[in-house]
């Protein structure tokens, strides 16, 4: 017989974890569990939200900027970066 816990604590799933969750627990696209466990862990683990404050922080910046605000050399060097970074993620 498994005995559950009332209410989920931030040792219930690993940091990496949680940070796998992130982007869904920002679209609010968690289901009632997913949305506990993290909820949970990210009110006990510093180094987890901060990673969540960053992220908010990033996004609300890079929403209010525009193609023509960035300098063409800018934007190339965001460009190669971002083709470097995906094939890195794929492996």
């Keep these: ?34 949305l506990a466990l993290v909820e949970a862990h990210l009110g006990e683990c510093e180094g987890c939200a901060e990673h969540l404050r960053q992220i908010r922080i990033t996004v609300a910046v890079t929403g209010r900027i525009r193609e023509d605000d960035l300098d063409p050399a800018a934007r190339e060097d965001l460009m190669d970066l971002y083709r470097r970074w995906q094939p890195a993620r794929e492996t």
Excluded: F
């Design 1 to 34: 017989m498994t005995i559950r816990r009332a209410k989920p604590d931030a040792h219930d799933i690993t940091c990496r974890q949680a940070v796998g969750l992130m982007t869904d627990y920002l679209d609010g696209a968690l289901g009632p569990n997913d």
